[in-house]
């Protein structure tokens, strides 16, 4: 099974970027079509973005579609997730996980990092 563990959050002001990474391990990586979800306080986890194996292909949500990018480096088994033109409805704990299948459901995704807190202040 696949491990992921997240980095890069941090608290930033309205209208920052931020870009954020998720470490894999296994030779697997590949196999894997990646996500990045988050979740607020007091709210549900949610699907932000979703990226292919080899990465031809995206989806994203609504709310971030034309601000963030999901990236991946099957090299360095990493994949990423750069938000620009943060707005304070972006804070959240943000959440690396990896499916067998080009997903935007929580169920889908069987492995998950521990997740890395983005603030945005106003």
């Known amino acids: 099974q696949i491990q992921l563990v997240e980095s890069g959050g941090g608290l930033v002001q309205a209208g920052d970027s931020l870009r954020l990474s998720c470490a894999a391990s296994?030779?697997?990586?590949?196999?894997?079509?990646m996500g990045w979800f988050r979740q607020a306080p007091g709210k549900e986890r949610e699907f932000v973005a979703v990226?292919?194996?080899?990465?031809?292909?995206?989806d994203y949500a609504d709310s971030v579609k034309g601000r963030f990018t999901i990236l991946r480096d099957n090299n360095k088994v990493m994949v990423y997730l750069q938000m620009n033109s943060l707005k304070p409805e972006d804070t959240a704990v943000y959440y690396c996980?990896?499916?067998?299948?080009?997903?935007?459901?929580?169920?889908?995704?069987?492995?998950w990092g521990q997740g890395t807190q983005v603030t945005v202040s106003s």
């Open positions: 996980g990896a499916s067998q299948t080009f997903a935007t459901t929580i169920p889908a995704f069987g492995s």
């Open positions: 296994g030779r697997t990586f590949s196999k894997y079509f």
């Open positions: 990226i292919s194996r080899f990465g031809v292909s995206t």
